[in-house]
């Protein structure tokens, strides 16, 4: 079975700290994992893949098979760092079902 | 193109009633989601679709739900005889790769 689990609901950080959003997941197979972000009034929109590797606004996130973890980081939040954050699990590929966590909702303190 | 539509943004309908829900997918999207979202919580994947064909569809989807996209285009989520438990956000995505593009959702309000 598919699960992710972000354990936080709500993560305030001052602006210029650091962030880190945590998720955890649970899949039998080579797993494809997403992060997600909704601004408020928008849609909800990928923000990065683990297999890119990419810093996409400065956020980071490494695939930790040993401890099936995704983390979202960032070195210094900023203001429009505050938003809603889901982690999403693919199966290989990401072509089949995609199942999110509950999400943690980012508030960046000026 | 816009992106992702659906249509319509908001119902509210009574206990017992059916409701229709629809979604344009960006026009060359070969697959389709459904979710739904209720507050506190993330999507809950209900079914996909790939072109016209359905994949894969929740096991926690009562026999009440049903979604259709006859001509690998837009799709339809049905649910017939709406319970107050079927109150939530209603969720469409489409995607040629493995980015989701997401629509702005359909909010079922059930009295």
């Known amino acids: 079975a598919q699960r992710v689990t972000q354990p936080e609901k709500l993560l305030s950080v001052f602006k210029g700290a650091p962030v880190e959003l945590k998720c955890n997941y649970s899949y039998s197979g080579s797993p494809e994992l997403f992060w997600y972000v909704q601004y408020s009034r928008q849609r909800l929109q990928l923000l990065l893949r683990h297999i890119s590797r990419e810093s996409i606004k400065g956020f980071t996130a490494d695939l930790n098979k040993g401890e099936t973890s995704f983390h979202l980081k960032k070195p210094f939040a900023q203001e429009e760092d505050s938003a809603m954050y889901y982690c999403?699990?693919?199966?290989?590929?990401?072509?089949?079902?995609?199942?999110f966590g509950t999400g943690t909702k980012l508030q960046v303190i000026p | 193109d816009t992106g992702v539509s659906q249509d319509p943004r908001h119902k509210i309908t009574k206990r017992g009633q059916n409701v229709t829900f629809r979604c344009d997918p960006i026009s060359e999207h070969n697959r389709l989601y459904w979710y739904r979202q209720t507050l506190g919580q993330g999507p809950e994947f209900l079914t996909y679709f790939q072109n016209e064909a359905q994949l894969e569809k929740s096991r926690l989807l009562s026999d009440r739900f049903s979604a259709e996209r006859p001509k690998g285009s837009f799709s339809t989520l049905e649910i017939q005889r709406t319970e107050q438990g079927d109150s939530a956000m209603y969720l469409c995505?489409?995607?040629?790769?493995?980015?989701?593009?997401f629509g702005p959702g359909t909010r079922l309000t059930v009295t």
């Open positions: 999403a699990l693919g199966g290989s590929g990401g072509y089949q079902k995609v199942t």
């Open positions: 995505a489409s995607t040629l790769g493995y980015e989701q593009y």
